[in-house]
């Protein structure tokens, strides 16, 4: 079907656009949504690690070494690292998540600011696991 | 046969039922959020398990995860986990991907992911427990 001259002039004139993702600023909300389901996504894939991690303390002393020598790099302390906060992240999103379910905690601010919590308390949380790991090494 | 006026197109079972059009109603919700209840203290046992581990060579890991309360709670962990990450992973599937055949070969993919992981942790895990 073929548009009319109107509607063809009417799809022309500039219009008034609702704001989008390039001028808009995420509420904290949002952002931590956002990251709840790439910390998800991370821990998908985190698993394989555990796996690894698992099945070498099963075969051998070298596939065990040479697993705790992966680990031990610091590419492997990063990614280790990493991956303590996505768990301890999604963690408290996910108790985020039960409170909302109870019907608390929804109203705009209260939302945010529990949104913030969650960020601050996995930073801390990453942070004391790591502390208390390195001191139950002694080192 | 109600004195309903609306144009609801239901039959009485599947009304009965409540399972909706998808014919699981909130099963996937309700797993989900079993799993994630039953995850808060398995994670929380796992890190704690591994800051205890921290350096722990060859033997003193092997005679750690062959405790029956360790390897226990461990497949609890795993199952409870995977589980958890495959529902999860279907719902971002599901988000991102439009064409229904990939969609449906990545979502058999990532259940295949998920047991793949699950089974090689838990027979290393069962061999540790059953002597080595």
Same mark, same amino acid.
């Given at each position: 079907?073929?548009?009319? &001259? ?9 219009? &008034?656009?609702? &704001? ?5 600023? &995420? ?21 394989? @690690? +555990? ?15 040479? /697993? ?6 610091w590419l ?18 996910? /108790? ?26 996995? +930073?801390? @949380?990453?942070? +004391?696991?790591? +502390? ?8 | ?7 609801? #197109?239901?039959?009485? #079972?599947?009304?009965? %039922? ?12 309700? %797993?989900? %959020?079993?799993t994630a ?8 046992? !796992? ?14 890991? %092997? ?5 029956? !309360?360790?390897?226990?709670? #461990? ?9 958890? #990450? ?25 259940? !295949?992911f998920t ?7 838990? !027979? ?9």
């Amino acid at each position: 079907m073929s548009k009319s &001259p109107a509607t063809r002039e009417l799809a022309r004139r500039e219009r &008034p656009l609702s &704001p989008h993702l390039t001028i808009y600023r &995420p509420p904290i909300t949002m952002t931590m949504s956002i990251i709840h389901r790439i910390t998800g996504g991370a821990l998908y894939f985190g698993t394989l @690690l +555990v796996a690894v991690w698992l099945m070498a303390a099963a075969t051998s002393q070298g596939a065990f070494d040479w /697993v705790n020598w992966a680990f031990g790099t610091w590419l492997g302390r990063l990614i280790l690292f990493g991956y303590t906060w996505a768990l301890m992240h999604h963690m408290l999103g996910g /108790v985020r998540h039960f409170i909302w379910d109870t019907g608390a905690g929804l109203e705009k601010h209260t939302a945010s600011k529990i949104a913030w919590a969650t960020l601050a308390g996995s +930073v801390v @949380l990453t942070l +004391v696991i790591w +502390v208390a790991g390195y001191m139950a090494r002694g080192a | 046969m109600s004195g309903n006026k609306s144009n609801d #197109m239901r039959t009485p #079972m599947a009304k009965v %039922r409540g399972l909706g059009s998808s014919h699981e109603g909130t099963q996937h919700f309700w %797993r989900q %959020r079993l799993t994630a209840l039953a995850n808060i203290p398995l994670t929380l046992f !796992f890190v704690g398990f591994l800051i205890a581990l921290n350096g722990a060579g060859y033997a003193e890991v %092997r005679a750690a995860l062959a405790n029956p !309360f360790v390897a226990l709670v #461990m497949i609890l962990f795993l199952i409870s986990g995977l589980y958890h #990450m495959r529902l999860g992973m279907q719902v971002i599937i599901e988000d991102y991907v439009i064409s229904e055949g990939l969609k449906l070969a990545t979502i058999a993919l990532s259940t !295949f992911f998920t047991i793949a992981v699950g089974v090689a942790s838990i !027979f290393a895990l069962l061999k540790l427990a059953f002597g080595g």
